[in-house]
């Protein structure tokens, strides 16, 4: 490491600040050092869940990286130089730092239980770990996608993508969906207290679902995915969540559905997918005809800046990241798709809702730090 990045990691700046315009050369040299450790403790945390070290030293802790690789199946020397690495970082506590090495016993700092392990947590911000993982690994598919064209799907990223997508959307849906956001709808909220008929549109995993069936009993739900393992993931969901007998979902493309279940339903939905579809257009046109004459569409997508503007602040930086190495190339892994990407502005989703068919697309009165509300009027 250069004398200049050595000295100017002391006073390194919070990695989520964007450098200033007339920032010099030990700022960005400093960045890029930041970043580095930043990518190295991801790998590690993604290791600690993978391997269940976390949740041993939550449920059984503290423990020596004997009892640790005992209880975990792995190996004493790894367990080791990790424990003693995340006691570096912070994310552990030590006992007694003097001890022999295989005789120290470390336990999960107080503040990093719910956001390690804790799935229901709005704090449980871990699984994004495991989206970089999985961006990794697909790297040189990246390379060739970015050269030659074409892209890089949601099925290449893997499970691991789709868990942490899955994962960091679950508290949302299960603890806000239902309980604060909807009743923030009049409209919305009374006709989901009756017995409406509900299409959840691109519902991966099911958590949109699943919260909305356990917060509306009267209603009965259906999900609709392009992703078998994503389906199969919701079935045993809600199976395990009791809503089961209201809820069903399917393994299909929602733009086949437009005559097939033509005027069906009361409500249909779309969380967090217009921007991944290779045919938005098609998939909204379906929306339109699904749902009756009378109905409520809705759409939850990225809370994008309503114009581009360099630089960004943190949300914009973060959409960003997931455009270049999930939703773009996904959305251009399909011949002939659109390319959305992450970044969807709000003109961007008016100009394809109204391609298809929709009259107008009206911005709800729901604050969140990282998702817009739309709905879409017929």
């Known amino acids: 490491m ?44 993604h290791l600690g869940r993978t391997l269940g070290w976390y949740q041993a030293l939550i449920d059984e802790g503290p423990l020596t990286s004997v009892e640790l ?9 790894y367990a080791r130089e990790w424990l003693e690495q995340q006691a570096v970082t912070g994310y552990l506590l030590v006992d007694d730092d003097t001890a022999a090495p295989t005789e120290r016993r470390f336990h999960v700092a107080p503040g990093a239980v719910e956001v390690l392990t804790d799935a229901d947590s709005p704090a449980h911000t871990a699984p994004l770990a495991g989206f970089a993982v999985a961006a990794g690994r697909r790297f040189d598919d990246f390379v060739e996608a970015y050269r030659h064209g074409g892209g890089v799907s949601w099925a290449q990223l893997g499970p691991d993508a789709r868990s942490a997508q899955a994962a960091f959307n679950r508290p949302l849906f299960l603890h806000q969906l239902a ?20 299409a959840d549109i691109g519902s991966g995993e099911g958590w949109s679902t699943i919260g909305l069936a356990r917060g509306f009993v009267s209603a009965t739900f259906e999900g609709f995915d392009v992703d078998e393992p994503s389906v199969t993931a919701a079935r045993r969901h809600a199976s395990a969540h009791g809503v089961d007998d209201r809820v069903t979902f399917s393994t299909v493309d929602a733009a086949d ?18 921007h991944d579809m290779p045919d938005p257009v098609g998939v909204l046109s379906a929306m339109r005809e699904m749902v009756r004459d009378d109905g409520y569409v809705l759409v939850m997508d990225e809370r994008a800046a309503e114009t581009f503007a360099a630089p960004g602040d943190l949300t914009e930086r973060l959409l960003y990241g997931f455009s270049i190495l999930c939703c773009l190339p996904d959305g251009l892994s399909t011949p002939g798709g659109v390319g959305t ?8 989703l008016a100009d394809y809702a109204r391609a298809a068919g929709f009259s107008a697309v009206e ?8 998702f817009r509300f739309y709905r879409l009027r017929l």
């Open 2 to 45: 250069s004398t200049t990045t050595q000295t100017s990691t002391a006073g390194m700046t919070d990695l989520f600040e964007t450098p200033a315009s007339d920032a010099d050369v030990e700022v960005f040299s400093t960045r890029v050092v930041a970043a580095t450790l930043g990518a190295m403790e991801v790998l590690a945390l």
């Open 179 to 198: 309980q604060e956001i909807v009743p923030a709808l009049p409209e919305l909220h009374s006709r989901l207290l009756g017995s409406a008929r509900v």
């Open 363 to 370: 911005i709800l009165p729901v604050e969140h730090d990282f």
């Open 69 to 77: 690789a005992h209880r975990t199946g792995t190996q004493e020397r």
């Open 341 to 348: 990407g992450t970044v969807m502005r709000p003109s961007v």
């Open 257 to 274: 559905l437009r005559e097939s279940r033509s005027g069906e339903f009361d409500v249909v939905m779309a969380y967090e997918c217009v």
